[in-house]
């Protein structure tokens, strides 16, 4: 069992590294709290329960470049001082950056924490690598402050219009893939001092923001699933549904075609492929209560009274929503988000379901937890 403790846990990085190593057998996560750094006793306690450390905690940006840059070298300095206190040596990964090579505060705390942390490793004997990371995006991060499309699907999803201020060229990666790269380290597969993550992706501001765009008119405000041919394309529509305001969103109103032979209801319209099926539920009984990390899925509520439950893993809020067949109307399960679906109603719930991908037993991509 390996014991890894991560600085910044609550981050978007972190929480995401916190959640993909819960999946993991062999892996115990040790909690951190940020107020550790200004406690010399618990960040000594939490340095000797590690095995391995992973240090994301850092300041990305903030107005005044000096104290971005002094609170930078600030943490490392604490965190060696807690491992120095514990006398225990674990293996430290330290979260680095591309813009090391640029002459601005974030670089320079960046090359400089890490040169700290060499020098460290060296002279204890412990276990040390730097992982110099492209720039990275995913589900849930913190718009003007973690990329710039975490900013511009905000901005989308709440009425705002991005602009584009520089089109440069951006090498990225996201975020699972990084979790995925971590995870390697730490369980021994890299051991350089200093780990480049390569990039799996490049593209210009301007082509990303008229993906998104394409998101916003086709999915936001028509409920077509558009066409997403690369995986990139994929991660980018997840998340950029991420930051859509589930409560004020969901449900959404199916349109019905009523006439003398009954009514006719189109449930979705798809850019891409995937997997189509349909349940019946008895009253009282509830399906689901799990997640998904990568896959993109809709619960339309046909026929009967239904309940749906969303959480976000790591959290405590459940959002609920209330559909009834009588208003066809569907759901969509963002991902890293637990949901089930509970017939409230005393007939029989008739639910159609559709999922981006066929259902693959070796690689379900299904994650049991309870809402």
Known sequence: MIKVGITGQ????????YNF??????????????????????????????????????????????????????????LISGLEASGNRPR??????????????????????????????????????????????????????????????????????????????????????????????????????????PYTSEKKVSA??????????????????????????????????SFIDNSSYFPVRLVQHTDDRGTFVETMKLGVGGQVSFSTTKPGITRGNHFHTRKIERFAVINGKARIQLRRIGTDEIQEFLLDGNEPSYVDMPVWVTHNITNIGDDELLTVFWINEWYNPEDPDTYFEQV
């Open 92 to 197: 430290v990964i330290f979260s680095s950056s591309t813009q090391e090579e640029l002459e601005n505060h974030y670089g320079r705390s960046k090359k400089e924490g890490r040169l700290m942390f060499e020098k460290w490793a060296a002279y204890s004997g412990a276990s040390f690598t730097a992982m110099v990371i492209p720039n990275v995006f995913g589900p849930y991060g913190k718009p003007h402050y973690n990329s710039v499309v975490a900013t511009f699907s905000h901005l989308l999803t709440h009425g705002g219009e991005p602009q584009i201020h520089v089109d440069g060229e951006l090498k990225l990666i996201y975020i699972n893939e990084l979790v995925d790269q971590i995870y390697k380290v730490i369980t021994g597969g890299v051991i350089e001092t200093v780990f480049y993550v």
């Open 208 to 241: 990303i923001l008229e993906l998104l765009n394409s998101y916003k008119n086709q999915y936001l405000d028509k409920g077509i699933i558009p066409q997403m041919e690369p995986v990139f394309e994929i991660n980018l529509f997840n998340t950029f549904r």
């Open 21 to 78: 190593l819960g999946l993991k057998s062999g892996i115990q996560r040790i909690h951190f709290e940020d107020n550790y750094f200004n406690n010399a006793s618990l960040m000594s306690e939490f340095a000797g329960n590690c095995d391995v450390i992973v240090h994301l905690a850092a300041m990305n940006r903030h107005e005044d470049p000096n104290l971005l840059y002094n609170t930078n070298i600030d943490l490392v300095g604490k």
């Open 10 to 17: 609550s981050g978007f990085v972190g929480s995401h590294l």
